[in-house]
């Protein structure tokens, strides 16, 4: 009989929380084979979870209550959010508002009118809210769930019975279904233990078929924990963390649950997020929000910029949302596809950029926002890349070990690093000053000086890093060093601005083929960098873009293994800049010799030519705005002013025809032939670097000058000529009114930045 009361004692109501809930012993049999397979981490996660909450009902530090419930005169703060994730009771009753007083802006409810029907006392409350954010269900108050006589077991008395009828008005009204299955299988198996007391066959069967059951699920339990050297965690537990976690998750998958009470801009998207979830898993955050945020506040919401929470490093969209989702939930979601993986169908994905980059940024978030279980699963990670990836794809990776203070990643990449082929100049130049040293120490320490002519390639460096093309020349007729030598364009096509790039190509003693140390051409540095500017003038050149590195890499091979689907296959609407990774690969794809000539038919008269072209070109312009910027570049036609405005060439009205009385013929002809050709040019690079933009122009040109054939080839002879004489006055105002409106906007312009000048010489000398 000590037996049978130790097993009553055992499934009581106050204690039986940690073996019963969510149903029947059935479920108990058949979730129990699938609970052992559960990842014990994945449990200390959601406990994490669980416990983190519960800071935001037993610390005033963490007090973010935006309502009140009013529960036998005393006020409990409450989180919307919270409860209305994981109740659809309180969802219904937040969003439709509170009728009753506000204090300081916060809705109050009375508890008497929440549950009219029964009674809910305030430690059956706090009991049943703690349930609601940490997914536990504590032991009964003693001091409400007891009598006062000593002799009695507490078993059956009136307070306990009184505490979970209260429990069970609070579970019911709000809608928790399983804490009312909880309390009502636990109120059964004490009816059923008094029953096996009295030796009622029936119900001893019942209680020890549960019984067993119990113990076998706990063994299965004990097993896989005491394998892992974690403490063994309970399966009702863990399906009680898991509805937790979801719930939560409903907070930033549906909008209907927004209760959002601050915001994060992450690469110009708003997240909305709440701050007491934030501050409640994250000291930074709750450091953060206790001070306030000194940024514009949008509808009272505290704003907050990523690239200001996160100095030293980057952290996309993407990254930040799975990081998010982790904090609310417990659970680390996949790494998103768009994000983590290039566009090369050739590339498994297990160590290429977009999948370094990815876990990179996660990195930052994790260490920065201080989720220290998050940093070492990702730590990992990132520690299997190592070896894996290419050295230059390393980089990023030691950076972020550097600034996240992780020895263990920092001393492996350094190792990595030292040991490959990487030249001293990228390693000075894309790493902390540091590390770079420790390196250079592990790979020179049997060297007593540096060799003079690194001294002097460091020289012509630091000139181009000055955008100093000209000192660059001197120092190479100072010394025998020639900018091949000096591997001088692969340093300007990987650290310098555009222009010089193209300055040093017009010096015309640069190979655009010749390989470095490590048997790269320039168009595979280049291709790293992903910029056309940086392309297209090494392509105009003839650097060849089907030359392959030492392991068979071809450029375009290169920047589609730097390029991410989401970057790749960014939808760009008409007027707007084109995605400059997918210029990158399109550049790179096409054929890098020359293309032929512009072959369209067009009269022989200049002004007709003249008026083609700039149409063409202004098309263009407003068509494939990047497109046109590079095609300008690569024709050299700044000088021209092509597109200071489309009168340039026209006359004050628009009309090429118009006459300058201060204008001699010939001068006037040889300004427009200039312009011509200006113009020229820039359509031969368009046609030539972007091929498929040129197709849309001629199309659409084309089917401008058919349309109109068609209409004037109807009627009779008389018909056609008249037709054709009115549709070339139509045409003409049509031109005479576009021109002038574009005059206008160029004059309305130049009015604005002379009036922002600071003076009027000024003015005139941006003027001239």
């Given at each position: 009989?000590?037996?049978?009361?130790?097993?009553?004692?055992?499934?009581?109501?106050?204690?039986?929380?940690?073996?019963?809930?969510?149903?029947?012993?059935?479920?108990?049999?058949?979730?129990?084979?699938?609970?052992?397979?559960?990842?014990?981490?994945?449990?200390?996660?959601?406990?994490?979870?669980?416990?983190?909450?519960?800071?935001?009902?037993?610390?005033?530090?963490?007090?973010?209550?935006?309502?009140?419930?009013?529960?036998?005169?005393?006020?409990?703060?409450?989180?919307?959010?919270?409860?209305?994730?994981?109740?659809?009771?309180?969802?219904?009753?937040?969003?439709?508002?509170?009728?009753?007083?506000?204090?300081?802006?916060?809705?109050?409810?009375?508890?008497?009118?929440?549950?009219?029907?029964?009674?809910?006392?305030?430690?059956?409350?706090?009991?049943?809210?703690?349930?609601?954010?940490?997914?536990?269900?504590?032991?009964?108050?003693?001091?409400?769930?007891?009598?006062?006589?000593?002799?009695?077991?507490?078993?059956?008395?009136?307070?306990?019975?009184?505490?979970?009828?209260?429990?069970?008005?609070?579970?019911?009204?709000?809608?928790?279904?399983?804490?009312?299955?909880?309390?009502?299988?636990?109120?059964?198996?004490?009816?059923?233990?008094?029953?096996?007391?009295?030796?009622?066959?029936?119900?001893?069967?019942?209680?020890?078929?549960?019984?067993?059951?119990?113990?076998?699920?706990?063994?299965?339990?004990?097993?896989?924990?005491?394998?892992?050297?974690?403490?063994?965690?309970?399966?009702?537990?863990?399906?009680?963390?898991?509805?937790?976690?979801?719930?939560?998750?409903?907070?930033?998958?549906?909008?209907?649950?927004?209760?959002?009470?601050?915001?994060?801009?992450?690469?110009?998207?708003?997240?909305?997020?709440?701050?007491?979830?934030?501050?409640?898993?994250?000291?930074?955050?709750?450091?953060?929000?206790?001070?306030?945020?000194?940024?514009?506040?949008?509808?009272?919401?505290?704003?907050?910029?990523?690239?200001?929470?996160?100095?030293?490093?980057?952290?996309?969209?993407?990254?930040?949302?799975?990081?998010?989702?982790?904090?609310?939930?417990?659970?680390?979601?996949?790494?998103?596809?768009?994000?983590?993986?290039?566009?090369?169908?050739?590339?498994?994905?297990?160590?290429?950029?977009?999948?370094?980059?990815?876990?990179?940024?996660?990195?930052?978030?994790?260490?920065?926002?201080?989720?220290?279980?998050?940093?070492?699963?990702?730590?990992?990670?990132?520690?299997?890349?190592?070896?894996?990836?290419?050295?230059?794809?390393?980089?990023?990776?030691?950076?972020?070990?550097?600034?996240?203070?992780?020895?263990?990643?920092?001393?492996?990449?350094?190792?990595?690093?030292?040991?490959?082929?990487?030249?001293?100049?990228?390693?000075?130049?894309?790493?902390?000053?540091?590390?770079?040293?420790?390196?250079?120490?592990?790979?020179?320490?049997?060297?007593?000086?540096?060799?003079?002519?690194?001294?002097?390639?460091?020289?012509?460096?630091?000139?181009?890093?000055?955008?100093?093309?000209?000192?660059?020349?001197?120092?190479?007729?100072?010394?025998?060093?020639?900018?091949?030598?000096?591997?001088?364009?692969?340093?300007?096509?990987?650290?310098?601005?555009?222009?010089?790039?193209?300055?040093?190509?017009?010096?015309?003693?640069?190979?655009?083929?010749?390989?470095?140390?490590?048997?790269?051409?320039?168009?595979?540095?280049?291709?790293?960098?992903?910029?056309p500017s940086v392309l297209v003038p090494l392509l105009k050149w003839g650097a060849s873009a089907s030359e392959t590195t030492l392991d068979g890499q071809t450029p375009v091979a290169i920047c589609r293994r730097l390029t991410r689907p989401k970057d790749f296959l960014e939808n760009t609407q008409t007027g707007q800049e084109s995605n400059k990774d997918r210029m990158c690969i399109g550049l790179l794809e096409r054929d890098a010799e020359k293309l032929n000539l512009w072959e369209h038919e067009i009269a022989d008269d200049l002004h007709v030519r003249l008026d083609y072209l700039e149409?063409?070109?202004?098309?263009?312009?407003?068509?494939?705005?990047?497109?046109?910027?590079?095609?300008?570049?690569?024709?050299?036609?700044?000088?021209?002013?092509?597109?200071?405005?489309?009168?340039?060439?026209?006359?004050?009205?628009?009309?090429?025809?118009?006459?300058?009385?201060?204008?001699?013929?010939?001068?006037?002809?040889?300004?427009?032939?200039?312009?011509?050709?200006?113009?020229?040019?820039?359509?031969?690079?368009?046609?030539?670097?972007?091929?498929?933009?040129?197709?849309?122009?001629?199309?659409?040109?084309?089917?401008?000058?058919?349309?109109?054939?068609?209409?004037?080839?109807?009627?009779?002879?008389?018909?056609?000529?008249?037709?054709?004489?009115?549709?070339?006055?139509?045409?003409?105002?049509?031109?005479?009114?576009?021109?002038?409106?574009?005059?206008?906007?160029?004059?309305?312009?130049?009015?604005?930045?002379?009036?922002?000048?600071?003076?009027?010489?000024?003015?005139?000398?941006?003027?001239?």
């Amino acid at each position: 009989m000590d037996n049978v009361n130790e097993l009553s004692s055992s499934l009581s109501f106050s204690s039986s929380s940690s073996y019963l809930s969510n149903g029947s012993s059935s479920n108990h049999l058949s979730a129990s084979a699938s609970a052992s397979s559960q990842s014990i981490e994945h449990y200390l996660s959601l406990s994490k979870l669980s416990d983190n909450l519960e800071r935001l009902l037993l610390d005033h530090e963490y007090d973010y209550s935006d309502a009140e419930i009013v529960v036998e005169g005393n006020t409990v703060g409450v989180n919307r959010c919270i409860l209305a994730s994981r109740s659809q009771f309180f969802q219904d009753l937040f969003r439709k508002g509170s009728d009753d007083a506000k204090k300081e802006g916060k809705p109050r409810y009375l508890m008497s009118e929440l549950v009219p029907n029964g009674r809910v006392g305030h430690e059956a409350f706090k009991v049943f809210l703690n349930y609601l954010y940490t997914g536990k269900l504590n032991p009964s108050p003693g001091e409400v769930s007891t009598c006062v006589d000593d002799r009695c077991p507490h078993d059956a008395c009136g307070p306990a019975i009184s505490y979970a009828v209260e429990l069970m008005y609070a579970s019911s009204t709000f809608q928790m279904k399983e804490l009312v299955q909880l309390v009502q299988v636990c109120s059964s198996f004490d009816f059923l233990c008094c029953s096996f007391a009295n030796d009622c066959v029936p119900c001893r069967v019942i209680v020890c078929v549960l019984s067993l059951s119990t113990c076998n699920f706990s063994n299965h339990v004990s097993a896989s924990a005491s394998a892992s050297s974690q403490p063994a965690p309970s399966f009702e537990h863990y399906l009680s963390l898991s509805k937790l976690s979801d719930n939560l998750e409903k907070l930033l998958l549906d909008h209907e649950y927004d209760y959002s009470d601050a915001e994060i801009v992450v690469e110009g998207d708003t997240v909305g997020v709440n701050r007491c979830i934030l501050a409640s898993r994250s000291q930074f955050f709750q450091d953060l929000f206790r001070k306030g945020s000194d940024d514009a506040k949008k509808e009272g919401k505290p704003r907050y910029l990523m690239s200001e929470l996160v100095p030293n490093g980057r952290v996309g969209y993407e990254a930040f949302k799975v990081f998010l989702n982790y904090l609310y939930t417990g659970k680390l979601n996949p790494s998103p596809g768009e994000v983590s993986t290039c566009v090369d169908d050739r590339c498994p994905h297990d160590a290429c950029g977009p999948a370094i980059s990815y876990a990179v940024e996660l990195m930052y978030a994790s260490s920065t926002f201080q989720m220290k279980e998050l940093v070492q699963l990702v730590q990992r990670h990132l520690s299997n890349f190592v070896e894996k990836a290419l050295v230059e794809d390393v980089i990023p990776i030691l950076v972020a070990a550097f600034h996240c203070q992780l020895d263990q990643l920092l001393s492996h990449c350094i190792q990595r690093v030292a040991r490959s082929d990487l030249d001293n100049v990228a390693i000075e130049k894309e790493l902390p000053h540091e590390v770079s040293n420790d390196i250079k120490l592990i790979r020179l320490k049997h060297q007593e000086m540096e060799p003079v002519e690194d001294k002097r390639i460091r020289s012509i460096h630091k000139a181009l890093d000055s955008d100093d093309v000209e000192l660059v020349g001197l120092l190479l007729k100072e010394s025998d060093i020639t900018l091949d030598e000096a591997y001088a364009l692969h340093y300007a096509v990987a650290y310098c601005d555009p222009k010089v790039v193209k300055e040093v190509l017009g010096l015309g003693k640069a190979n655009p083929n010749l390989r470095n140390s490590r048997g790269h051409t320039v168009l595979h540095v280049a291709a790293r960098r992903k910029l056309p500017s940086v392309l297209v003038p090494l392509l105009k050149w003839g650097a060849s873009a089907s030359e392959t590195t030492l392991d068979g890499q071809t450029p375009v091979a290169i920047c589609r293994r730097l390029t991410r689907p989401k970057d790749f296959l960014e939808n760009t609407q008409t007027g707007q800049e084109s995605n400059k990774d997918r210029m990158c690969i399109g550049l790179l794809e096409r054929d890098a010799e020359k293309l032929n000539l512009w072959e369209h038919e067009i009269a022989d008269d200049l002004h007709v030519r003249l008026d083609y072209l700039e149409d063409r070109v202004a098309f263009a312009r407003l068509l494939f705005p990047a497109e046109t910027k590079l095609a300008k570049e690569m024709a050299d036609t700044h000088s021209t002013s092509v597109y200071s405005g489309l009168t340039a060439s026209r006359g004050s009205s628009g009309n090429l025809r118009e006459v300058d009385l201060n204008e001699t013929p010939s001068g006037r002809t040889k300004r427009l032939q200039t312009r011509m050709q200006a113009l020229l040019n820039t359509v031969e690079m368009g046609r030539r670097f972007f091929p498929n933009c040129s197709e849309v122009l001629d199309k659409f040109l084309d089917d401008e000058l058919d349309m109109a054939d068609f209409i004037l080839e109807k009627g009779t002879p008389e018909e056609q000529r008249i037709k054709r004489t009115r549709f070339l006055e139509l045409k003409e105002d049509v031109q005479q009114a576009f021109y002038k409106d574009v005059a206008e906007q160029n004059r309305s312009a130049s009015s604005f930045s002379s009036s922002s000048s600071s003076s009027p010489k000024e003015g005139v000398n941006r003027k001239n």
